[in-house]
């Protein structure tokens, strides 16, 4: 089934062909997986996997920050055909996460198609053999349909800071963690209040001599309702695999009646605003810390954090929360705008990814050349969330309006590879090329747009990553339910496409 | 508190009661209006506080505070309930049929309505509903009784005990129970439906319904055990089935399961046969 040669490790830019498959899948997060298990499982179609990193895992590989953990509980943060029973807590924590997938990649065989280390540098559509041509840092992919899985928060974003590399003492962001920077007893910044952050200065503040936190926007915090799961209910998963279902149901329809609070229905932001108004009354004590803490925007605009003990955290003596901005960044430290200065050791930029301008986008060239950055340049445009005019046979996974502000980002990717895997049968089944029409991506881009209106992300004065710079679109976001995505985007349907006719067909099993 | 923006609340008249009245639009919406008929004890607003406003993102939605008769006019029959539906409907969407959900008690009311005004009931939701009520029903509704004629403290904590889900109230933190306990206890007056709850009998009119009409039953409800609604779905000939794993308190518990249940019932009845039982997704 595989025409995998087994990879001599060639150098950069090596013109090698290295695989020449039915489908290229670029990423091994979640979403590389899921869509990796399903045609492993399914055994019809010839693929491979490439990854820019020397493991799998995606953000669960990148993020490895102290106090990493995921805020959708576990029983529904994973794979429904893959469940686990040995989640120690409600909320995994990053390197059990990480294990999970890992397991996945060996349990279903995915690593003898999987190609590490191998960053995609750029990926054409070959016109005249019709289909893709991709290349990486060690080689040459060829396939018929490519899949983009490489998750929207998976590059760095830095803020551009004056004197940023004047700074002498040590800098990182915080998916970038520098494990060999010992952080006991330093003068210690953490820029940034989102959800990474929240979670690393609770454990930061264990170690330093001091701490700042800079934060631009107070976050709404909610309490977070972890705890561990017994042997015993570890044991009963197992042996009752319904009652692990059953919760995990519970979770999804627990996540799906968050939603009307982003549609701004008063009773569900009343209910969920009491909750973080008394969290945090219940843990700052302290009036003038408190009204800092308090949020200037309308719940759900930005992520809603669940945190026990960010607040404490901030409530120690050695710790301290600026409110008023980095003027600028000097050897030693920092410079805040209301002219204090700051002496830092360590800096953790805290201040998430490049989530509206994807950089896997400027690496992929359609019919006539176009770039697909240039193609969403006003925010990303596609077809079920999934598919893009004027690509032939790329699917994109955790692209532009797949983002949930309430619920399971794995409960969407099982949905779009699901859709996916439908799209590769019927590619391969056709021996054909196929590409949503330009109508049908106006119509879906339209759709959402209007489904937009109304919500809290488009609300004023609401600013985030959920929303395009240029356009203002809702671009990053699902605007509706979860349930809704896999009803309406959840299997392939050819009616918006385009079949481009035959191209070349591949013989499953033919090496090059 | 109101629902959303934009919701009109108003005040319709039968020749017995005066029944507050709410709508997410206006009599000009050409849409089949969705009519909310809450349970005993409720309000439109305490029962649907969820459902409303899901339901009213793609339809038209419409729904009443039930009136108890006063002392002086005696106990209620099914007829005192049913003709504040007639009057609603009459008033705020004349001359054109509707869709009925109905809830526990207002699911009683619904399938007395749909048997009884077969022209104007275009399609109908029965959640936690049922046909007649049976002696563990009237087992509990006597405990109740008893614990609300003596006054006593312990009734609103056997209110919660009896409407919610074991997994719903083990998901609660302590503060969120003894809320859950104290909201209990400040309801409106029960007693009325209460006297009403022990002797229900619709049995004739279920078998005249016409509508195409979803059951819904609730695993863990010890209130309405599912057993009834397995009956209304023998009963009622255009009927298809669905569980939720709930107890009684699903508008609650459970909002955006049944939210996804009935929306595209709603939308489109004929997606589904007579007869079928609904099996739902895992998620």
């Known amino acids: 089934m595989s025409t995998i040669v087994s990879p001599p490790v060639p150098a950069a830019g090596n013109e090698t062909v290295l695989s020449d498959t039915d489908v290229l899948i670029v990423g091994t997060g979640f ?139 040590e800098i990182f962001h915080s998916a970038r963690w520098n494990h060999d920077v010992d952080l006991v007893g330093k003068r210690i910044g953490v820029v940034g209040t989102g959800a990474s952050a929240i979670q690393i200065v609770p454990e930061l503040a264990d170690l330093a001599e001091s701490l700042t936190v800079f934060q631009r926007s107070a976050p709404y915090i909610v309490p977070r309702k972890d705890r561990a799961y017994s042997e015993a209910e570890k044991t009963m998963f197992g042996r009752l695999p319904e009652t692990a279902q059953q919760l995990r149901a519970g979770l999804f329809w627990d996540s799906e009646a968050r939603f009307p609070q982003r549609l701004g229905v008063p009773a569900f932001l009343a209910q969920m605003k009491k909750a973080a108004r008394d969290h945090l009354a219940a843990q700052v004590a302290d009036a003038d810390l408190r009204d800092r803490l308090t949020p200037a925007y309308e719940l759900g605009c930005k992520r809603i954090l669940l945190s026990n003990t960010y607040y404490p955290a901030l409530t120690q003596p050695h710790v301290r929360l600026e409110t008023s901005g980095i003027a600028r960044m000097t050897e030693t430290g920092v410079v805040a705008r209301d002219g204090s200065e700051i002496a830092l050791d360590v800096l953790v930029v805290a201040t998430g990814f490049e989530a509206t301008d994807l950089p896997f986008a400027h690496r992929i060239r359609g019919r006539d050349g176009r770039l697909l950055s240039d193609h969403w340049a006003e925010g990303g445009r596609t077809v079920a969330s999934t598919s893009v005019a004027g690509f032939p046979n790329l699917f994109v996974m955790q692209g532009p309006n797949t983002g949930l502000g309430a619920g399971s980002i794995v409960y969407i990717i099982e949905s779009q590879a699901e859709y996916v895997s439908g799209a590769v049968d019927f590619i391969v089944d056709r021996e054909s090329a196929i590409e949503p029409t330009v109508e049908a991506e106006d119509a879906y881009v339209a759709d959402l747009d209007l489904r937009s209106q109304g919500t809290v992300w488009l609300s004023e004065g609401c600013r985030s990553w959920y929303r395009h710079p240029v356009s203002g679109r809702l671009s990053a976001l699902w605007p509706d339910y979860m349930h809704r995505y896999r009803a309406e985007n959840g299997a392939f349907d050819p009616a918006p496409y385009e079949i481009l006719g035959s191209g070349r067909t591949v013989a499953a099993g033919q090496a090059r | 508190m109101n629902f959303l923006p934009g919701v009109r609340e108003g005040v319709v008249r039968t020749s017995r009661a005066r029944v507050t009245s709410y709508d997410s639009t206006d009599p000009d919406d050409p849409r089949t209006p969705v009519v909310l008929l809450h349970g005993t004890g409720g309000t439109a607003t305490s029962h649907f506080w969820a459902l409303f406003p899901m339901l009213a993102e793609h339809h038209r939605v419409i729904a009443l505070d039930f009136t108890d008769p006063a ?28 869709a009925v959900v109905g809830y526990s008690f207002g699911a009683v009311v619904a399938a007395a309505f749909a048997g009884r005004r077969q022209e104007l009931v275009e399609s109908l939701v029965l959640v936690a509903g049922w046909t007649r009520s049976d002696q563990q029903q009237q087992l509990r509704n006597e405990v109740w009784s008893r614990l609300h004629a003596e006054g006593s403290s312990a009734l609103p904590a056997f209110m919660v005990f009896t409407a919610y889900s074991p997994a719903y109230l083990l998901a609660r933190t302590a503060p969120e129970l003894a809320d859950l306990v104290a909201s209990a206890a400040t309801g409106r007056d029960r007693a009325t439906m209460m006297r009403f709850n022990r002797t229900v009998d619709v049995s004739e009119d279920v078998a005249q319904i016409a509508a195409p009409t979803l059951v819904v039953g609730c695993t863990a409800d010890q209130m309405v055990p599912p057993h009834h609604a397995r009956l209304l779905f023998g009963g009622i000939r255009d009927a298809r089935y669905v569980e939720i794993r709930s107890g009684h308190a699903v508008v609650h518990e459970r909002p955006a399961e049944l939210y996804h249940l009935i929306d595209p019932f709603l939308t489109d009845p004929a997606r589904t046969t007579p007869g079928d039982v609904i099996l739902q997704e895992a998620v």
């Open chain 1, 31 to 169: 979403s590389g997986l899921a869509i990796g298990t399903r045609l492993a499982r399914q055994g019809r179609h010839s693929f491979a996997l490439v990854d820019r990193a020397s493991s799998v895992g995606g953000t669960w590989r990148d993020n490895t920050y102290p106090g990493a953990a995921c805020d959708i509980p576990s029983h529904l943060y994973s794979f429904s055909f893959r469940p686990s029973t040995s989640w120690s807590h409600v909320y995994g924590r990053q390197p059990q996460i990480l294990d999970y997938l890992e397991r996945t990649a060996v349990e279903e065989g995915l690593l003898p198609h999987t190609f590490l280390d191998s960053e995609m540098l750029d990926a054409v559509w070959d016109e005249q053999a019709q289909r893709w041509d991709v290349r990486t840092s060690r080689g040459r992919h060829l396939a018929t349909t490519l899949v983009t899985a490489c998750g929207h928060l998976s590059d760095p974003a830095i803020p551009d800071l004056e004197g940023l590399d004047t700074f002498t003492g």
């Open chain 2, 71 to 98: 002392e002086a006019d005696g106990e209620p029959d099914t007829s005192w309930y049913v003709e504040q539906v007639e009057a609603v409907v009459a008033a705020l969407s004349p001359h054109r049929r509707v």
